[in-house]
């Protein structure tokens, strides 16, 4: 009896516990308000960054779907260890390394830690919760999940831009310390029976092939909850990166710049814990159509702020309006998404489904940072903008798909 408490309370508690040991070890990102000076420093261009987060993404659209397998197959505890033991060995390589190749290496080490933990993180914490008989607490959890990272994210931007200023290095150096203080915490969280686990031999590639056709072909609501989001998700990332890009231009303080963010993750922090709120309020198919118009507002919003010079209002209110875009977006969409493709999948393909839907991100990811490094030295940040605000109207789409489909009608 005494051992079935014990067992209980530990699974009761692992879903606070994977929150902070992943915000710890994954999430605060000291190096995030001033990642791209810090590349220049070790004598990369802005066209380079963009180049180094192709390359990332190479890596993890490459091998996201077989480390999705992975993580049915194996315990999906120890794959996560396995992406957290992976991102400290790239950041060493960022703190050390002072070329090209040693960044990309880091980089690209960076592509297999996200891999690893891309979709095997969102099946563990679904798991953990129908192991308790709690999976209709999936997206207040999810979203709980997301707004937790938010505050750590809020925290390393915080303290990042002014330990930047006292030693360059130091930002790289607390996210290694805090990223073994994460490991050891993770550790202690339970296994999970993976479904997938048996006797029986199996042919690898052939389970894999079958998991991706179900994804993209089997399963029409599926395959839509992929698309769209993907479309989405590039959209926030690359207005992200354009946002600091932008900082610099107006010779912002980087530590100011760091209070920047903090305002962008406690908006995203306040969104996602009020997820189930704001759906409820606006309803399900309005917030989802939503998404697609403020990515697109976003891009024009940075695309007519150079109409203004920098010591104009009108220039951070735009800017600010962007900002706000991709925090409702990405804040409300990535926990909206998952729960509603995991309430759609068996879990002996929870973890591969996940991570074809990371691999589609990942695609349409390197190719858009590709073309930024051309389009940003070639015709420059604000018309480079009004070309992905134009690309963006590819989601009308996918977006299209789901409304015929009926499932954005779901209470």
Known sequence: MKKMLLKRSSFEFAPTLLKISFGMSIRAMFILPIVVLYYQTKNMSVGDFFMLQAICSVVAFAIEIPTGYIGDVFDRKKVILSGVLMWLIGNVFIWLGNSFLYIAIGEMIFGVAIALMSGTRQAYLYDLLKSMGKQKNALKEEASFYSWEQWFLLFGCLIGGFLYDYNIHYPVILICIFTVIGFVMMMFLPSVKNVKKSEEKRDVWRDVKETVKYSLKGHEEVKWLIIYPAVLYVGTFTLFWVLQIQAKGFDIAVKYFGLVLVVNYVLKAIFSANTTKIIDKIGLKSCVVSFLILIIIACLGVFFSQLYSYTDYMCYVLLFISL????????????????????????????????????????????????????????????????????????????????????????
């Open 324 to 411: 706000l875009g991709v925090s409702f977006v990405h804040s409300i969409g990535k926990p909206l998404f998952t729960t509603m493709i995991n309430d759609r999948v068996d879990s002996s393909q929870r973890a591969t489904v996940l991570s074809v839907s990371s691999f589609a991100f990942r695609g349409m990811y390197t190719i858009i940072f590709f073309f930024m490094k051309f389009l940003i030295d070639g015709i420059g940040v604000y018309n480079a903008m009004l070309i992905l605000a134009v690309f963006f109207l590819i989601g009308t789409i996918p977006l299209m798909r789901l409304i015929r489909l009926g499932i954005l009608n779901e209470k």
